[in-house]
């Protein structure tokens, strides 16, 4: 199985999209450092996965997020509901 899981920092008003096959392993190394892009963040906190068979649809997925306007639409409201306000995708 292969997750989606989005973060989001208990410092920072910011989220991160990212795949993996174990989440709880991928948080850690977020949280300890490192992760060059989200090592000045820590520390992070997951507020949505989603699970996938292969891994190939998981980065479909991500993708979806990261670069589709209902993706980055979905992510904000993701976000805010875990208490990020609203930002630009």
Same mark, same amino acid.
Not at 41 to 46: D, E, T
């Given at each position: 199985?292969?997750?989606?899981?989005?973060?989001?920092?208990?410092?920072?008003?910011?989220?991160?999209i990212?795949? /993996?096959?174990?989440?709880? %392993?991928?948080?850690?190394e977020?949280? $300890?450092?490192r992760?060059?892009?989200? *090592?000045? !963040? @820590?520390?992070?906190?997951?507020?949505?996965?989603?699970e996938?068979? /292969?891994l190939?649809e998981? %980065?479909?997925?991500?993708?979806?997020? $990261?670069?589709n306007?209902?993706?980055g *639409?979905l !992510? @904000?409201?993701?976000?805010?509901?875990?208490?990020?306000?609203?930002?630009?995708?």
């Amino acid at each position: 199985m292969y997750y989606l899981y989005i973060l989001k920092s208990r410092t920072y008003k910011t989220g991160y999209i990212g795949v /993996t096959h174990k989440v709880e %392993k991928r948080v850690g190394e977020h949280n $300890k450092g490192r992760v060059k892009s989200t *090592k000045a !963040k @820590r520390p992070w906190i997951v507020v949505h996965t989603e699970e996938f068979q /292969t891994l190939s649809e998981a %980065k479909k997925r991500e993708w979806f997020f $990261k670069y589709n306007s209902q993706g980055g *639409k979905l !992510k @904000r409201k993701i976000l805010e509901t875990a208490g990020i306000p609203a930002q630009s995708a």
